[in-house]
């Protein structure tokens, strides 16, 4: 009986076949083994917000630039990068965010790209894969037991949680005087206090940026 690798039918001839050689849990670990950008974006943005939310788009650039430059110096170089190497080393982010807390940063910017950074290695050590920590050791950890698989209710449970919890904390946030909260607006308080007319109010009152 001949295997579907030797069969000439049209309907096997257009089904994508693997080398013999190539483990099938290879091809296919970063689908699997990866948490989605919407939820590194989701919880990098969150936590940004209810601290820092004029640095939103500095940490949602840097909480997806670890799988992004991946590509990038792939396409400079012309050789195989792998996945979850040097540019998710956990020391590496950490290094940085320190710098642009204790010597040099721009209005937040270069700390919150830096934490956006560590923010998708704590997501990648949650799922079986793992994320390493320096370029003194292959080894990557994991965070409980790497169970995080990706679509699973439990990353829609850890994402849907981090963005509550810092929806309520901005919420609670923004009465306090000195502070930038560009959600949540107090329109009723806009009204009352003659800064906006009726016509406004009405149109705004359920806006939430």
Known sequence: MK????????????RPTWPASTPTSTLFTREINDMRWISHIAIAASLCAAANPGAVPAAVLGSTFPDW?????????GR?????GATHYLSTWLLLAGF???LWDWQGWLLWFA???????FCDALTVS???????SDRRVTLFGGRVKTGSMAELAITAGIVALCA???YTRRDVPGTFIPFFYRYDRLYRDGLIDGSEWKQH?????
């Not at 430059?69 to 170089?77: F, N, Q």
């Not at 195989?80 to 979850?84: L, M, N, P, T």
């Open 115 to 121: 934490l956006g950074n560590v923010i998708h290695w």
């Open 69 to 77: 430059s991946e590509w990038i110096l792939r396409a400079v170089t």
């Open 205 to 209: 009152r359920f806006d939430f940026i």
């Open 3 to 14: 295997s579907r690798r030797d069969c000439t039918c049209s309907a096997c001839a257009t």
């Open 130 to 136: 793992g994320a390493p920590v320096g370029w003194w």
């Open 100 to 102: 642009a807390a204790l």
């Open 80 to 84: 195989k990068v792998r996945h979850r």
């Open 168 to 170: 309520v904390v901005i």
